[in-house]
C-alpha cells in the first residue's frame, strides 16, 4: 500500500457502527478524518470512537465534500438519498462506497454509474455477502466451471417474522420498498455474481402486503405498527435472462414459513449444482451415481485470499481499499449493482402493473 487514505462517513447509523466504521478502524492504511450526519451527536459520538486525531464533524454533507484532503466517502444513509450523496463525492473528485441498494430507483443507480465514468474515481456498492467464506468458495467452483452451465437459480431472503422496526425501513417513500429492496437486494446480487449473468431479459413479480396490518404481532423486533408499515412484507419474482437462464426470487420480512433463508443461492448447472442451506453443499453425477459433497468452511480459513481468516466485513473494506490503492476494479463494480436495481424495479412494476416486464 502506498499510502494513507482519508475517510469520510456520512450518516452515522445502524450500518456505519455495525460494519462500515469498525472495519475500517482495523485497517493500518486509512484514517476517518469526517462524520456526517442530520443528527449531530450520532458524528460526534463516531467521531470520538472512530476517528484520527482532530477529525470533523458535519451536519452538513456539502459542506464536508469541500474538504479537498478527503480521498473517500461511505454512504450509510437512507436509500432515497444514496444518489444525490453519491454523485456529489464523484464529482468533488473522491472514491464512493455507497451502502445497498445501489439506490432507491433505477433511474438514481443510473445517474451514479453515469457519474462515476464521467469523473473518472472509484463507485462500489456494500453488497457484502459476497465476502463470506461461503460465497468465496462457491465463487471459486462456478469460475472453474465445475457447475457448468447455470440455467436455474433461487435467491433466498425469507424471514419468517424479522420485521426491522427502527430507523426508516417501513417508509416506502425513503426506502423505496421492504423486503425485496432491503435482502432481496443481497440474495439477487449474489445470485448473478455466481452466475456471471447480468443480462435480464424479462421479469414477472408479486409484492404482497397480507401481514403488516397486523398489530401486536410476533416479531424479533417487537410488534409493529400497521399504520408505519408501509412498504410489502414479502416479494418474489421471476427473472429470464437474455441466455434463457431463470432465476426465483424469494423475499420477506413476515411469512408464515419454517424455510428461513437469507442472503443465500441455489444454483443448477448443466454438471452439477450448489447450495448454501446450512454450510455449503456441491451436488453432481460420477460413474453413473449421484453425489452430494458439504464443503468444511473452518478449514484453513479462506485461504485463497492470502491464506488466513478475516471478518466478512474487514475483507470487504480490505478489498476496496485494495483496488484503489492497485487502481483496480472493486469486487463489486456499479455495473453489477445497476442490474441489480433494474431487476428489482421491475418486480415492483410487475406487481403494481400485472404485467411482464420486458427490457
Known amino acids: 500500500m502506498s499510502k494513507t487514505y482519508n475517510i469520510a462517513i456520512i450518516g ?10 469498525p472495519s475500517l478502524k482495523r485497517l493500518n492504511n486509512v484514517a476517518m478524518v469526517a462524520f456526517c450526519d442530520i443528527v449531530e451527536h450520532r458524528a460526534i459520538e463516531a467521531a470520538a470512537k472512530y476517528g484520527a486525531e482532530g477529525a470533523k464533524v458535519y451536519t452538513d454533507y456539502t459542506e464536508l465534500l469541500k474538504d479537498e484532503s478527503i480521498d473517500i466517502v461511505h454512504v450509510c444513509t437512507p436509500n432515497d438519498s444514496h444518489a444525490d450523496i453519491a454523485i456529489a463525492a464523484l464529482e468533488a473528485g473522491k472514491h464512493v462506497m455507497s451502502e445497498k441498494p445501489m439506490a432507491k430507483t433505477a433511474h438514481d443507480a443510473g445517474r451514479m454509474l453515469e457519474a462515476a465514468k464521467r469523473t473518472g474515481k472509484k463507485l462500489t456498492v456494500g453488497y457484502n455477502n459476497r465476502f463470506r467464506p461461503d460465497s468465496q468458495i462457491l465463487k471459486q467452483i462456478c469460475e ?23 430507523g426508516v425501513f417501513l417508509d416506502e417513500e425513503k426506502q423505496g420498498g421492504g423486503p425485496l429492496i432491503d435482502i432481496g437486494t443481497h440474495a439477487l446480487d449474489l445470485t448473478l455474481w455466481m452466475m456471471d449473468n447480468y443480462k435480464p431479459k424479462v421479469v414477472l413479480g408479486q409484492a404482497y402486503h397480507k401481514l403488516s396490518g397486523r398489530a401486536n404481532s410476533a416479531n424479533a423486533w417487537g410488534p409493529w405498527d400497521p399504520a408505519l408499515f408501509t412498504v410489502e412484507d414479502s416479494a418474489f419474482g421471476m427473472i429470464v435472462m437474455e441466455n434463457g437462464a431463470t432465476i426465483v426470487l424469494e423475499s420477506s420480512w413476515a411469512l408464515n414459513t419454517l424455510e428461513v433463508d437469507e442472503a443465500k443461492c441455489t444454483l443448477s448447472g448443466t454438471e452439477g449444482g450448489a447450495d448454501m442451506k446450512g454450510g455449503l453443499r456441491i451436488n453432481g453425477e460420477q460413474h453413473s451415481r ?10 484453513g480459513g479462506v485461504a485463497f485470499y492470502e491464506g488466513k481468516s478475516e471478518k466478512d466485513s474487514d475483507l470487504e473494506m480490505r478489498l476496496w481499499i485494495k483496488a484503489i490503492d492497485e487502481d483496480t476494479e472493486p469486487v463489486v463494480t456499479p455495473e453489477q ?15 403494481k402493473t400485472g404485467k411482464a416486464i420486458y427490457f
Open 290 to 299: 449421484l453425489f452430494t459433497k458439504e464443503i468444511d468452511l473452518n478449514a
Open 12 to 21: 452515522c447509523g445502524g450500518i456505519a457502527n455495525g460494519k462500515h466504521m
Open 144 to 166: 472453474a466451471g465445475e457447475l457448468g452451465e447455470v440455467y436455474y437459480a433461487k435467491a433466498h431472503a425469507i424471514r419468517r417474522r424479522a420485521v426491522p422496526t427502527w
Open 337 to 351: 449493482a445497476y442490474v441489480v436495481s433494474q431487476i428489482l424495479e421491475a418486480i415492483y412494476e410487475s406487481s
